[in-house]
Structure formats: structure tokens, C-alpha cells
């Protein structure tokens, strides 16, 4: 079993940054993938970012060159770190990890970006 605290949402105006934390509650070093989606009103769910153990990251189109995954082992913490904000990545973000052959989710944290 594997809880995830997110925390660092909020509102932000547009062009404004927020890092978002997702805590685990033990380690993430043996933890081959974690990311962070995202699910707006309406909309379905979508991944934002991902890191792999090896370090490699992923991103979706729209927030590559903005957004940032990185992960500390020792802290047991992934982040996502956002910049140049857009009213459109307005959602509830949610912290993701594949431990094994079992996905666990966090609560979401609220991010909301006003124009």
C-alpha cells in the first residue's frame, strides 16, 4: 500500500508558478513510475507528466517547456513544477504512482489560474 499527500495547488493569476509536492508514504526508490494528471471540468482525466526511476520524464504537448517532474528519493516526494501558468491548465492535479502492478492515487489538489 502506497498513501499519496498532494499539496501546493491553489490560485495563481495567470503567468505565475506554482510547484505542486505529492508525498508518499514510504519509499519511492523501488517506484518505476510516477506521475501527475489532471482532470478539468468536463473533461476526462489526462497525464500531464511522468518520471521513470532511470530519471527519464514525459509530458503532454501542451505543458512541455512550462512544467517540470522531478522526484527525491530521499524525501519520498515528486513534483511538478509549473510555470508560465495558463488559464486552460485550470483542473484538479492528482498524483499518480505504478508500484509494481498497483496504481495509487492521491486526493487532487486544486489549481486555478485566473486571466
Known amino acids: 500500500q502506497v498513501q499519496l499527500v498532494e499539496s501546493g495547488g491553489g490560485l495563481v493569476q495567470a503567468g505565475g508558478s506554482l510547484r505542486l509536492s505529492c508525498e508518499a508514504s514510504?519509499?519511492?526508490?523501488?517506484?518505476?513510475?510516477m506521475g501527475w494528471y489532471r482532470q478539468a471540468p468536463g473533461k476526462q482525466r489526462e497525464l500531464v507528466a511522468r518520471?521513470?526511476?532511470?530519471?527519464?520524464?514525459n509530458y503532454v504537448d501542451s505543458v512541455k517547456g512550462r512544467f517540470t517532474i522531478s522526484r527525491d528519493n530521499a524525501k519520498n516526494t515528486v513534483y511538478l513544477q509549473m510555470n508560465s501558468l495558463k488559464p486552460e491548465d485550470t483542473a484538479v492535479y492528482y498524483c499518480?504512482?505504478?508500484?509494481?502492478?498497483?496504481?495509487?492515487w492521491g486526493q487532487g489538489t486544486q489549481v486555478t489560474v485566473s486571466s
Open positions: 499518480n504512482v505504478l508500484a509494481g502492478t498497483n496504481d495509487y
Open positions: 514510504r519509499t519511492i526508490f523501488t517506484i518505476n513510475v
Open positions: 518520471i521513470i526511476r532511470g530519471g527519464s520524464t
